[in-house]
Structures are given as C-alpha cells and as structure tokens.
C-alpha cells in the first residue's frame, strides 16, 4: 500500500492521493459504492456511513484526495462547479455582501446576479487585478470576496494573497474559483485564500464526461458548515463521477504539463501572425501580470484567447478548424474552440462585456494534448481561410 509523507511532490501524491487499497482484495482502486444506504449494527450506530447524501465511501474517497492536493483541512464533491460555489455562498446570510471579480466566469455571475441578489445578498464587482479595487468596495457586511484568477475568458490575473489580505483585514473570507489552473499549478490556500473550489468538469475531470464541482476548506469550521450543506441541500457528486475524477486525478500532472507546453507554443505563434490581434496568455512575458501569475503558478496552463477584427472574422475562424472542436467547456484532452460573446458569456449583459474589455471578436481555445504542431497548422488555416 502506497504511503504518502508529506514531503512527496505533488506529483507523487496526485497519484496516490485518496486511495487506499481494500482490506479484502487488495484492489488498487478504491470501488463504486452504489448503494444509498448502509446497513446498521444498532439503531443509529452506523458503521461507517448511514445514507449517501450525507456520505459515500468512493466520493469520500475524492475528498480525501482534493484536500490533500489542494493542502486543505477538508474536501467536498458536488454534482457541479456551480453547486460547489453555491454551497459556499451559503455559509452567507441576507444582508452579506459579496465583492466578486467582474470577469468572472459567467454562470458564477449570473447565480451571484440572478439568484444571490433574490435572497438579499448583494454583489459588487470590481476589477481585482488591483487589490486597492478589491479594497475600495468592501463594506461592513462584506463576508465574501470571491476571486477567480486566471479569469475567463480574458486570463486576467489578481494578486492572490494580496486579495487574501484585503479580505481578511475586512473581515471577510476569500474564495478562489481554481478552474483554469487546477491543483496541479495553483494552490491558493498555501496563499491566503480561505475555501478553494473548482468546476472539475474541466481539468480534474479532463476528458468531457463527468459533471461535477470540488471545493476544498482551509479550515475545518468552515469544512463543517460546507459538509452539512451537503447534507442539507444535497448537490453531492455521485459515485461513479466520482470514481471517474479520482481516475482524472492521476494523469492530471502529466496532463496539465502537455496543456501548458501546446497552449505556450501556439500564444507564441497567434503572437506573431498579422490578423491576430490581442492575444490573452498569462505564460506570456508580455501578459500584464505574467510577474503575478509566475509566483503564484507553476505554468501558463492550457486556455488563451486572442482577438480577431470582428465577430464576421471570428465566425469564419471557428468554422474551419478541424481539430479545434466548435464547443463550449474546457481543460478535457480534446481541443475545442469557442466565441465568448455567443455562447459563454452571451449571458453576461454586453454593457458589462464591454466594460471588462470582452471583444465580439474574441476567441477563446482549451487547448488539448494533441500534437502541437497539428495544432497550429489547424488554426493558422483557419485564421487565414
Ligand atoms: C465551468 C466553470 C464553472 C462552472 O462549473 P460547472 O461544472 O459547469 O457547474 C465555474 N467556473 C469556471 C471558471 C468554469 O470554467
């Protein structure tokens, strides 16, 4: 049985994280428990676990690996990205008050906006690359700053420890949407943030086939509360999702370098061709905040984008690409491509896209693990078509 110590790389425990072999077989990997409910010696003496909303073996399993990976004090499966951001936020009460990333990821937005705002938690949002933003719009009822970094689709990056300490200093806790970077490049609970949570439905899954959300605690009071959501609410990640993102878990590194390594040698390129314009890369040395980002991450990752004249350009790029697959999500094995201003971000009011600096003709790729070169000679005839 492999035995983690805490020395291990990162690597290493990705790997290892969350398994432990059964006592009976020896099996390797941990199984597919479907059943609901567990039998009990005596009434309300369980075992181990008595209902699967409240607790399942193969999803306790992926908790026990996100906590470790993102070095938490407690992890937590849900059935979404959304619904793991949806449980943190309701650690708040009516009245709180939320300062959140303006480019945030658009669904994060629109529950912030449209769902939040309903039950008397209001949102302000700023731009967070400049923490004095972050600073300036923390009221007294501020109980949440909500930051995502690299932001989508425009890979902005905010300070995240600088953000931690303006939040703290009022008070509030800082949440860190860790998408784009996954736990094998960004780790922001060793930075100050106080809950991280991902949409696992991109890197940690990686392959485009399991819904699902991650959040790990950096304490476990705030562990506690988020667990009995879980319970309350119920959003919970089901076993074989879960079974499936421990198994993304193992090649994430090996993943994420390959993202980094194509999605780094085709900015470098967009960076050069002539009807390319702004081109979004935090691994590029002239990205606004690549200082920020390289002491924060360990690569660039695997999503750009980069501007084209207008949305008729645009339009005619996605349609001839071959590899890069018209499609929205990202951070699986498989290239797609995507115009933010028709389908990501169509919900986002086109008055906050031009604020943030969302061009209609902006194009967003997750880059996948093909072949580089395949790669860029796909979108470079494309761009030129
Ligand atoms: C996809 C995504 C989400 C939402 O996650 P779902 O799994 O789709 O609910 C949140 N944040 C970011 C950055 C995302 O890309």
Redesign the pocket.
């Given at each position: 049985m492999a035995k983690l110590t805490k020395k291990d790389a990162f690597a290493t425990r990705a790997v290892h994280a969350g398994v432990h072999p059964d006592p009976v077989h020896g099996a390797v990997n941990p199984a597919i428990q479907l059943s609901t409910t567990f039998v009990q010696p005596a009434p309300g003496k369980p075992l181990t676990f008595d209902y699967s909303r409240a607790g399942n073996p193969t999803r306790e399993a992926l908790e026990e690996a996100i906590a470790e990976l993102e070095g938490g004090a407690t992890g937590h499966a849900f059935s979404?990205?959304?619904?793991?951001?949806d449980a943190l936020l309701r650690t708040l009460d009516a009245g709180d008050h939320i300062v959140a990333a303006e480019d945030?990821?658009g669904?994060?937005i629109r529950l912030l906006n449209r769902v939040l705002a309903r039950q008397g938690i209001k949102t302000t949002f700023v731009d967070t690359q400049d923490p004095a933003n972050t600073q300036a719009a923390m009221t007294k009822k501020t109980k949440v700053v909500l930051l995502?970094t690299p932001t989508?689709p425009l890979l902005r990056v905010s300070d995240i420890k600088a953000n931690a300490e303006v939040a703290h200093d009022g008070k509030a806790m800082l949440l860190v949407?860790n998408?784009?970077m996954s736990p094998a490049l960004q780790n922001p609970l060793n930075l100050g943030a106080d809950a991280v949570f991902h949409?696992?439905?991109?890197y940690i899954g990686g392959h485009s086939d399991v819904?699902?959300?991650v959040v790990a605690c950096a304490d476990k009071k705030l562990g506690e509360q988020v667990k009995f959501l879980q319970l309350a609410v119920g959003a919970v990640c089901p076993p074989f999702d879960s079974f499936l993102l421990l198994r993304g878990l193992k090649t994430l590194v090996l993943r994420m370098e390959r993202h980094g390594e194509n999605a780094a040698f085709i900015a470098g390129e967009l960076a050069k061709h002539k009807a390319v314009g702004k081109v979004f890369y935090p691994g590029l040395a002239k990205h606004p905040n690549a200082k920020v980002h390289a002491k924060q991450a360990r690569s660039g990752g695997g999503m750009l984008s980069f501007e084209l004249h207008d949305t008729k350009a645009a339009l005619a790029c996605v349609k001839k690409t071959r590899l890069f697959q018209l499609g929205e999500?990202?951070?699986a094995v498989e290239s797609l491509v995507q115009i933010p201003s028709l389908m990501t971000h169509a919900s986002v009011p086109a008055e906050m896209r031009r604020k943030t600096g969302l061009a209609d003709g902006l194009i967003r790729l997750s880059v996948g693990v093909e072949d580089k070169k395949d790669l860029w000679a796909d979108l470079k005839q494309a761009i030129e078509a």
């Open positions: 979404s990205g959304l619904s793991a951001l945030a990821y669904g994060s995502e989508n949407d998408t784009f949409s696992a439905t991109k819904l699902a959300g999500s990202l951070g």
